[in-house]
């Protein structure tokens, strides 16, 4: 088994718990409340500024051309593509996307995560280990949105429909991408190295279910005492 499939087939449970979990589950439903997608919103808009800066920290690591024309593409992705999912979600609030997260702050389920990333791009020259921080997003959002439109009957006018739709079929090539990539690294490393980036790769996918949690339960710092 590739080293891709087996990372993945391990995350399965929790993308499952995911699905489950209230946020998915109240936008299948189509109630989910209009202040946990704004949450997210004001979270997901600054987590995705961040993880373009993340792909550009790459680029001094990667040798090829093709390597780096991905990273570039990657950027341009982050930092502008998924917009159209979040005016999905916008447009169900029913308030202008730029309005919502003009006033937003690093909660604390989002500011582990990004620094989660941020240390493995630090911390080690092997861009493998970044790689493995970041495969999670795209793959659990792949994931989800090809559950919600295999498994879920959406009525015609469901608010949410597309946002299912456009993670069900814009990580595919993006997918394939970082399967091939975090393949030839672990083919070239040690075991050692190869049970690190599974663990790193599985840290991020429950990451990935804290940060919907996150927004479903509007979860916010609690300092205590007079502020």
Known sequence: MRFSEQIKQEAQPIIEQIFHDGFIQGMLKGDIATESVKHYLRADSRYLNEFAKIYALLIPKVNT?????????????????????????????????????????WYPSADHYIKHMYYHAYAFDNVAYTIAAMAPCPYVYQQIGKMAIENHQFEVDHPLKAWFEFYNKEMDTLMSYIDRWLDSYAEASSEKVQQQLKQIFLQSTIHERKFFNMAYQLENWEYGGEQ
């Open 65 to 105: 051309k093709d390597e780096i024309q991905f990273l570039t593409e990657q950027i341009q992705f982050a930092s502008s593509g998924e917009v159209e999912a979040h005016h999905i979600l916008a447009d169900y609030v029913g308030e202008g996307y730029q309005s919502i997260i003009e006033h937003g702050d």
